[in-house]
């Protein structure tokens, strides 16, 4: 969720905390904030808002050259987003600034016992109690390190934490639980970030810690321990996503760029996955040939679109492999004794790889000895680290808070590990899988055909503004079309939109159409399993009933055409890849109503992009 920056270098530490911090915005925007290490002494301002509420302020009241500092973009769990709850928040002399991403679950014993002992917390946030606590252990004389490492003995939760000591200029110390945190690595200068966004300017070397680290950076040194202080290690790694990468290019939002982006992140995510026979070559895959022979029974956990790609992945992974396979919320999944053998591969799909929600429920499939494989989009995070295997989606960053190229480049990576699963345990023959392989192949062309008609998808937006609920029907791999395009809808342009199984809808849900109500249509690919001609029917039934109907369908469909009140052309591909291009038409449409409604597209209300809390 919040986006946290820290730097001690010779650079002025307000210019790039608040360059880390403009990166990481997407992360969360309720408030802002930094705190700089000034003659001997903390300076911070922070302020409710966005990121440039903050800036405005420091405009007319600078803070003090600095070389050292850390910043706080925030999504707010524990208070409401004030001026007082923003983050930093100051131990109780006002020596130690202190930033938070996470929950601290037993802030409130730990508040008790500060209110007690005399200590006067100002805010709502569970954060505060961290601040005043590592200022105890310096009063205690610890240094900074060593505070931070007995304070974190004593948290319960999730959270990173980044700290500075105003009589200390030389350090900024940070910690991770379940939460995460990056080492940017430069020369005389170092870096912390939520993410490698943070400071990637900078830098591109990292140093991606574990789980119950602390990290103390220095200008010229970077130093880990556990939280009894015992010496750890990083894991150091190359970052090869560029700043360009995360820019916006000219587009007016970042999700629209990255719609565009899709044909390119198609592309990539097929790259060197299959030799020119079109044989599968999953080296990232590193569950042995006997272990994915034996397994029995396949469930997919995400939440969002990361979910709806799961639902995708079910129609092709149990067509190709038969082995059983369930797609669930990672959330509901966690808590509810799901059945897990060592026989049961558990896929968890997550774009950022630190969704708290996935990320439990995959430690919980773990513990029950089942093998987990995560496809990811984000090198170095927490979910494929702590999986068995991963299947990296390469879709570049994905800054915008609604997923499109993220949600594309999963489904290849589904459907990769589909055919590799198939290839694998001999539920396809090699020249079957060589056919879908080509087909893959082909949809970069494909989504760029779709694209390139963008103008009459935006033109349709626009005839929509006043429209208060849209509804979206689809039947098998354009069901999970149908649920996406209505979560892009929803969360973009804040507009009730449902989707459907259309065959559900004379179980209740046609009694919701009435005169004008638009409806999008995801019609299948005709000559399948009477699937079209069911769907078509569908599309006359609820056009009787008065609702403008918005089909999607393969171009030259005349059978679905007349019912159509507007038609949306897909090119001709197979059943179970096309989600790939039907969703991509629902994705502008989302962004485009959006922009014309005056929505901030990247960072609508109340969302962040990673949640980080369950
Ligand atoms: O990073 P993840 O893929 O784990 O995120 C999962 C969901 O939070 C995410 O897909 C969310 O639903 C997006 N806002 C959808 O656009």
């Given at each position: 969720m919040c986006g946290i920056v820290g730097y001690v270098g010779g650079k002025q530490a307000r210019d790039v905390v608040i360059d880390g911090l403009r990166r990481l915005e997407y992360r969360g925007y309720d408030s802002a904030g930094v705190a700089l290490v000034s003659d001997g002494e903390i300076a911070f301002d922070k302020r409710a808002g966005k990121l440039a509420n903050l800036e405005k302020a420091m405009e007319g009241s600078p803070l003090p050259a600095s070389t050292t500092g850390i910043g706080h973009t925030r999504w707010a769990t524990h208070g409401a987003p004030n001026d007082l709850n923003a983050h930093p928040h100051l131990g109780a002399k006002g020596r130690v600034a202190l930033v938070h991403n996470g929950i601290i679950e037993n802030f409130a014993t730990l508040r008790d016992e500060l209110e007690r002992a005399g200590h006067d917390l100002v805010s709502e946030t569970d954060t505060e109690v961290a601040a005043h606590l590592v200022e105890a252990e310096l009063d205690r004389g610890a240094d900074l390190t060593a505070a931070m490492q007995a304070v974190c003995r004593r948290l319960e939760g999730a959270f990173t934490l980044v700290a500075v000591d105003g009589e200390d200029p030389a350090r900024v110390v940070a910690a991770r639980r379940n939460s995460p945190l990056v080492v940017g690595i430069g020369e005389g200068e170092n870096f912390l970030g939520s993410d490698v966004a943070a400071f990637i300017e900078h830098t591109r070397e990292a140093l991606e810690l574990g789980q119950d680290q602390v990290v103390t950076i220095t200008r010229s040194d970077v130093s880990v321990t556990d939280f009894d202080g015992n010496p750890a290690e990083g894991r150091r790694y190359h970052v090869d996503w560029d700043l360009s990468a995360a820019e916006?290019?000219?587009?007016?939002w970042f999700m629209r760029k990255e719609i565009f982006e899709q044909p390119r992140a198609v592309a990539d995510a097929l790259l060197g996955r299959h030799d020119e026979t079109g044989a599968l070559q999953l080296d990232e895959v590193r569950i042995s040939d006997e272990e994915l022979r034996d397994i029995d029974k396949i469930v997919i956990v995400g939440c969002g679109t990361a979910h709806y790609a799961g639902l995708v992945a079910k129609y092709a992974v149990e067509h190709w492999t038969r082995i059983p396979c369930e797609v669930e919320l990672a959330h509901e999944f966690r808590y509810r004794d799901p059945i897990l053998t060592r026989n049961t591969l558990v896929v968890a799909i997550s774009q950022s790889g630190e969704t708290a929600d996935t990320l439990m429920a995959i430690r919980h499939a773990r513990a029950q000895r089942s093998k987990v494989l995560a496809i990811c989009n984000t090198n170095g995070s927490t979910i494929p680290r702590e999986s068995d295997a991963v299947i990296y989606t390469h879709a570049g960053p994905e800054i915008g808070v609604a997923s499109t190229k993220g949600f594309l480049t999963q489904l290849v990576a589904c459907y990769l590990l589909g055919l590799y699963l198939a290839q694998v345990r001999g539920t396809k023959f090699g020249d079957e899988i060589a056919a879908v392989v080509e087909e893959l192949q082909r949809m970069p062309g494909h989504v760029q055909q779709m694209l390139d008609e963008a103008e009459k998808v935006y033109e349709l937006a626009r005839g929509y503004a006043d429209t208060r609920s849209v509804l979206f029907l689809g039947r098998h791999a354009g069901y999970p079309v149908a649920l996406e395009g209505a979560l892009k809808l929803k969360e973009l342009a804040y507009i009730h939109a449902e989707g459907f199984a259309?065959?559900?809808?004379?179980?209740?849900?046609?009694?919701?159409?009435?005169?004008g109500l638009p409806v999008f249509c995801v019609v299948p690919p005709r000559?399948?399993?009477?699937l079209h001609d069911k769907m078509a029917s569908a599309i006359q039934e609820i056009r009787a009933r008065g609702a403008r109907t918005i089909v999607l369908a393969e171009?030259?469909?005349?059978?679905?055409a007349p019912y159509a009140d507007d038609t949306i052309p897909l090119p001709v591909v197979p059943t179970l890849l096309q989600p790939l291009v039907a969703v991509v038409p629902l994705q502008l449409f989302a962004c485009e109503l959006a922009t014309v409604l005056g929505h901030d597209v990247d960072q609508p209300r109340n969302l962040a992009k990673s949640v980080t809390v369950e």
């Amino acid at each position: 969720m919040c986006g946290i920056v820290g730097y001690v270098g010779g650079k002025q530490a307000r210019d790039v905390v608040i360059d880390g911090l403009r990166r990481l915005e997407y992360r969360g925007y309720d408030s802002a904030g930094v705190a700089l290490v000034s003659d001997g002494e903390i300076a911070f301002d922070k302020r409710a808002g966005k990121l440039a509420n903050l800036e405005k302020a420091m405009e007319g009241s600078p803070l003090p050259a600095s070389t050292t500092g850390i910043g706080h973009t925030r999504w707010a769990t524990h208070g409401a987003p004030n001026d007082l709850n923003a983050h930093p928040h100051l131990g109780a002399k006002g020596r130690v600034a202190l930033v938070h991403n996470g929950i601290i679950e037993n802030f409130a014993t730990l508040r008790d016992e500060l209110e007690r002992a005399g200590h006067d917390l100002v805010s709502e946030t569970d954060t505060e109690v961290a601040a005043h606590l590592v200022e105890a252990e310096l009063d205690r004389g610890a240094d900074l390190t060593a505070a931070m490492q007995a304070v974190c003995r004593r948290l319960e939760g999730a959270f990173t934490l980044v700290a500075v000591d105003g009589e200390d200029p030389a350090r900024v110390v940070a910690a991770r639980r379940n939460s995460p945190l990056v080492v940017g690595i430069g020369e005389g200068e170092n870096f912390l970030g939520s993410d490698v966004a943070a400071f990637i300017e900078h830098t591109r070397e990292a140093l991606e810690l574990g789980q119950d680290q602390v990290v103390t950076i220095t200008r010229s040194d970077v130093s880990v321990t556990d939280f009894d202080g015992n010496p750890a290690e990083g894991r150091r790694y190359h970052v090869d996503w560029d700043l360009s990468a995360a820019e916006k290019d000219g587009f007016d939002w970042f999700m629209r760029k990255e719609i565009f982006e899709q044909p390119r992140a198609v592309a990539d995510a097929l790259l060197g996955r299959h030799d020119e026979t079109g044989a599968l070559q999953l080296d990232e895959v590193r569950i042995s040939d006997e272990e994915l022979r034996d397994i029995d029974k396949i469930v997919i956990v995400g939440c969002g679109t990361a979910h709806y790609a799961g639902l995708v992945a079910k129609y092709a992974v149990e067509h190709w492999t038969r082995i059983p396979c369930e797609v669930e919320l990672a959330h509901e999944f966690r808590y509810r004794d799901p059945i897990l053998t060592r026989n049961t591969l558990v896929v968890a799909i997550s774009q950022s790889g630190e969704t708290a929600d996935t990320l439990m429920a995959i430690r919980h499939a773990r513990a029950q000895r089942s093998k987990v494989l995560a496809i990811c989009n984000t090198n170095g995070s927490t979910i494929p680290r702590e999986s068995d295997a991963v299947i990296y989606t390469h879709a570049g960053p994905e800054i915008g808070v609604a997923s499109t190229k993220g949600f594309l480049t999963q489904l290849v990576a589904c459907y990769l590990l589909g055919l590799y699963l198939a290839q694998v345990r001999g539920t396809k023959f090699g020249d079957e899988i060589a056919a879908v392989v080509e087909e893959l192949q082909r949809m970069p062309g494909h989504v760029q055909q779709m694209l390139d008609e963008a103008e009459k998808v935006y033109e349709l937006a626009r005839g929509y503004a006043d429209t208060r609920s849209v509804l979206f029907l689809g039947r098998h791999a354009g069901y999970p079309v149908a649920l996406e395009g209505a979560l892009k809808l929803k969360e973009l342009a804040y507009i009730h939109a449902e989707g459907f199984a259309a065959g559900e809808l004379k179980h209740g849900p046609i009694a919701l159409i009435e005169e004008g109500l638009p409806v999008f249509c995801v019609v299948p690919p005709r000559g399948r399993d009477q699937l079209h001609d069911k769907m078509a029917s569908a599309i006359q039934e609820i056009r009787a009933r008065g609702a403008r109907t918005i089909v999607l369908a393969e171009e030259g469909d005349q059978e679905v055409a007349p019912y159509a009140d507007d038609t949306i052309p897909l090119p001709v591909v197979p059943t179970l890849l096309q989600p790939l291009v039907a969703v991509v038409p629902l994705q502008l449409f989302a962004c485009e109503l959006a922009t014309v409604l005056g929505h901030d597209v990247d960072q609508p209300r109340n969302l962040a992009k990673s949640v980080t809390v369950e």
